[in-house]
């Protein structure tokens, strides 16, 4: 019996799914962190005969054990993989949360960490924390092209690197509480506006209500809406979490929407788990078990009304789609922005090689590991670029960053869009230039 042992009852990760895996291996060649280092303890394999042993007090909450839990990226590409069903995301995210509750970490950590989660899911903080990259984001850019950022820390380097494209318009930019249908009405759909998305990509969620409003919804985006939680859960900060996700249903649930629409893949995988994050909470269960029942990615929401009412026109090009991993393995939607994609005429729709890997994203995980990110970084870009896309198309905002960062350092140049701002661009007439918007790499 380990002095301290590294699991205890509270939020502890379920015996039941543990024992779910059988060490097959099919997981292996799928993991980012085995591809990159082939360590047995990290692959998803290793990390569940881990995270059994501290259930069972066989390991202490160490430093090489929590090691091991903060390379996973959480990308769930083993679910997708694995041929016995284990459900790896509440595993990681339990094993996470008793690390985050009882593990001290050293100081810088627990400063950068923390700094982190009291700025990301805060759109209020975060707007104010952003606004100087309008004056000085042309001059930091410089400085990572001048070789200058070299002397910062890794992470306060990948900062930086990762920091998004703002402007005063678009961290003041605001969509309408309520947009009427075009046409006969369809459905009431409720839209989250997100937190990094609303303020660094708002054009994404005003590309998003264009496109139901054309096919017949009438959308509604409550103002008193903030962040869903999805980064907290899934960096084991999980009372976080739940304050945030008790925010959330309460401020769709008044709104009385068919549906809620979500166009951020990791934010669509935790509103869709709430109901298992509320499980024990004898207030909130049934709550968050028929919120999640009516969460949609946007994508799901257009094929399931069927024939399209809005006609689409050409946008002659080539777009490489990237499978966001909360979206393609945490969610398993990965026809419908395909079809939304190949509905739209022109456009010669690529899929890279290996696309079930991750680009190093992950939520946090770029920021806090980010020489592994990195390096899966440019993995992705290479497999990106070997297409030769005008377009990169992607349903996360995290990857969009992430990508973007990437390209710059290896002086590839693409526009990289959200799929739903092609088929808004594609309604509206077409492809012009300048009418799809999005960071432009390799300037």
């Known amino acids: 019996m380990a002095a301290d042992p590294a699991v205890d009852r509270v939020d502890a990760p379920s015996r039941s799914l543990i024992d779910a895996c059988v060490h097959c291996g099919f997981c292996l060649p799928t993991c980012p962190t085995y591809l990159l280092w082939s360590e047995e303890m990290d692959s998803p394999r290793g990390r569940i005969y881990l995270m059994k042993a501290g259930l069972e007090g066989r390991a202490a909450l160490t430093p090489t054990f929590v ?8 990308c769930m590409a083993c679910v997708t993989a694995c041929p016995s069903g284990v459900r790896y995301g509440p595993l990681i995210e339990r094993t996470r949360t008793q690390i985050e509750r009882r593990y001290r970490r050293p100081l810088a950590d627990r400063v950068f960490r923390s700094m982190l989660f009291a700025l990301l899911p805060y759109p209020g903080r975060l707007r104010i924390a952003l606004a100087p990259l309008v004056v000085l984001g042309w001059l930091l850019e410089a400085a990572d092209r001048s070789g200058l950022l070299g002397v910062l820390p890794p992470r306060l380097r990948s900062l930086v690197r990762l920091a998004p494209p703002v402007s005063w318009s678009s961290l003041t930019a605001r969509v309408p509480v309520e947009t009427t249908a075009a046409g006969a009405e369809r459905m009431t759909v409720g839209l989250l506006t997100g937190c990094v998305q ?4 708002p054009h994404v969620n005003q590309a998003t209500i264009n496109v139901l409003a054309a096919e017949g919804c009438r959308v509604v985006a409550p103002a008193a809406q903030g962040c869903c939680g999805a980064l907290a859960l899934h960096a084991g900060r999980i009372d976080q979490a739940r304050a945030l996700a008790r925010q959330t249903i309460a401020a769709f649930e008044r709104t009385g929407v068919d549906r809620i629409v979500v166009n951020a893949a990791g934010c669509g ?24 029942a009516g969460v949609r990615d946007v994508s799901e929401v257009l094929v399931e009304l069927g024939e399209r009412r809005a006609p689409r026109h050409p ?10 991993c909360h979206l393609a393995h945490a969610q398993g939607v990965r026809a419908e922005p395909r079809a939304l994609l190949a509905a739209i005429p022109g456009l010669d729709v690529q899929t890279p090689a290996e696309s079930d890997i991750c680009c ?26 070997a297409l030769a896309p005008d377009f990169v198309a992607t349903a996360n905002p995290g990857c969009i960053l992430q990508i973007a960062a990437a390209g710059r350092r290896l002086g ?9 701002e092609l088929v808004d661009a594609s309604i509206r007439g077409g492809f012009q230039r300048g009418r799809v918007a999005g960071p432009t790499l390799g300037t």
């Open 67 to 74: 090691r091991h839990f903060d390379t996973c990226l959480g």
């Open 198 to 201: 609303r303020l660094a990509f």
């Open 269 to 292: 995988s935790c509103m869709k788990e709430y109901g298992e994050l509320f499980a024990d909470d004898p207030a909130w269960a049934e709550r968050a078990r028929a919120f999640s």
């Open 315 to 324: 946008i002659p090009a080539r777009v490489a789609y990237h499978d966001a």
């Open 360 to 385: 190093g994203s992950a939520g946090i995980y770029n920021l806090v590991e980010p020489e592994a990110a990195a390096e899966l970084g440019a993995r992705k870009a290479r497999q990106l670029a």
């Open 412 to 420: 590839f140049t693409w526009r990289i869009v959200h799929p739903i």
